[in-house]
T-cell receptor, first 111, second 112 residues
Framework: EDQVTQSPEALRLQEGESSSLNCSYT??????LFWYRQDPGKGPEFLFT???AGEEKEKERLKATLTKKESFLHITAPKPEDSATYLC????????????FGAGTQVVVTP | DGGITQSPKYLFRKEGQNVTLSCEQN?????MYWYRQDPGQGLRLIYY???????QKGDIAEGYSVSREKKESFPLTVTSAQKNPTAFYLC???????????FGPGTRLTVL
């Protein structure tokens, strides 16, 4: 059974304090791993897609990396506007666009 | 502006009532999806549709129904058979070229 586990569940950071979020996954075959950002009461906003181990993607203060068993979302020198819930999802090779989501990591960045 | 719209933003239902959540997209995407989000849980797939007039059950389809009569529209009906319908409902569509799902703003359903 495909599974996605995100850790930690919640993370509180001081502004400028870099940290990493983890997404570990178990799938029979990985077609893609996706990161989304979700603000309270809103729909998820797409951030990155990673397809193969060793791949990295960057966007402003965020950097996503992928290994064969997990992905990391690194937040460098975060600002309060980076506060959100970050969702990880995998698309197995035998699915038709269907995503398996983790429960998310809630990040709070304080000034 | 291309995107996905969901309405209403908030919906209140009495027990025993059916309610329909609207999802419209102007992105020209063939595939559309409905998810349910509960606190502390990941998004769970309710139904999905790969093409007009076709749809499949997801992981938690019991108590829900959908239709796909137009490419742009994928409404979700929450029936009285759904035991615990209070949740945040999200609609998404798939860009086949980038293999990425894009989400609407969501509808929060509360059963009174």
């Amino acid at each position: 059974e495909d599974q996605v586990t995100q850790s930690p569940e919640a993370l509180r950071l001081q502004e400028g304090e870099s940290s990493s979020l983890n997404c570990s996954y178990t799938v029979s075959g990985l077609r893609g791993l996706f990161w989304y950002r979700q603000d309270p009461g809103k729909g998820p906003e797409f951030l990155f897609t990673l397809y193969s181990a060793g791949e990295e993607k960057e966007k402003e203060r965020l950097k996503a990396t992928l290994t064969k068993k997990e992905s990391f979302l690194h937040i460098t020198a975060p600002k309060p506007e980076d506060s959100a819930t970050y969702l990880c999802a995998v698309r197995p090779t035998d699915s038709w666009g269907k995503l398996q989501f983790g429960a998310g990591t809630q990040v709070v960045v304080t000034p | 502006d291309g995107g996905i719209t969901q309405s209403p933003k908030y919906l209140f239902r009495k027990e025993g009532q059916n309610v329909t959540l609207s999802c419209e997209q102007n992105l020209n995407h063939d595939a559309m999806y409905w998810y349910r989000q509960d606190p502390g849980q990941g998004l769970r797939l309710i139904y999905y549709s790969q093409i007009v007039n076709d749809f499949q059950k997801g992981d938690i389809a019991e108590g829900y129904s959908v239709s796909r009569e137009k490419k742009e529209s994928f409404p979700l009906t929450v029936t009285s058979a759904q035991k615990n319908p209070t949740a945040f409902y999200l609609c998404a569509s798939l860009n086949l070229y980038t293999d990425t799902q894009y989400f609407g703003p969501g509808t929060r359903l509360t059963v009174l």
